[in-house]
C-alpha cells in the first residue's frame, strides 16, 4: 500500500534553509492577507500553522496521520485538512511526491512520530 503525505505547497518560496532545520517558521504578511486565510476558519488557521511547523520537522513530507496531526497541534476534534487542500495551501503527495488525489479518506492509524 502506498503511503500518503501531507505537503505544504510552496514551502520552499516562504522557508529559505535547505541545508539545516531552522527552529522557526518564516510567516510572511502576505499569508495573513491572502483570501485562504481571511476566509477559513479559526480552527483551519491553528491547523495551518501547526502543519507549517510539521513541514519544518519533516523536510516538508508530513505522514498524513490525521491522528498524529490531532496529537501535535493539540486540538481535541478531528482536524479538517480538505479545507486546506481545497485552498491549495496543502497538497498530498505519495513517497515518490506524486501528487495524490484528494478525495481519498487519510489515515486516522496511530503512527510513530518522527
Known amino acids: 500500500m502506498t ?27 502576505n499569508m495573513l492577507t491572502s ?6 476558519s479559526d480552527d483551519s488557521k491553528l ?3 501547526c502543519i ?3 513541514a519544518q520537522r519533516n523536510d516538508n513530507k508530513i ?3 490525521i491522528e498524529y496531526i490531532k496529537r501535535f497541534s493539540h486540538i481535541s476534534s478531528t482536524p479538517d485538512i ?9 497538497e498530498l503527495i505519495d513517497e515518490n511526491e506524486v501528487v495524490q488525489d484528494a478525495s481519498k ?9 518522527p
Request: net charge neutral.
Open 47 to 49: 491547523l495551518a500553522i
Open 35 to 40: 483570501e485562504w486565510w481571511i476566509m477559513g
Open 63 to 65: 505522514p498524513a496521520d
Open 82 to 90: 480538505q479545507s486546506l487542500i481545497d485552498s491549495q495551501f496543502i
Open 3 to 29: 503511503k500518503t503525505y501531507i505537503r505544504v505547497k510552496n514551502w520552499d518560496e516562504y522557508q529559505h534553509y535547505k541545508d539545516r532545520h531552522a527552529p522557526w517558521i518564516k510567516f510572511y504578511g
Open 105 to 113: 479518506e487519510l489515515s486516522t492509524s496511530k503512527q510513530s512520530a
Open 52 to 54: 507549517m511547523a510539521l
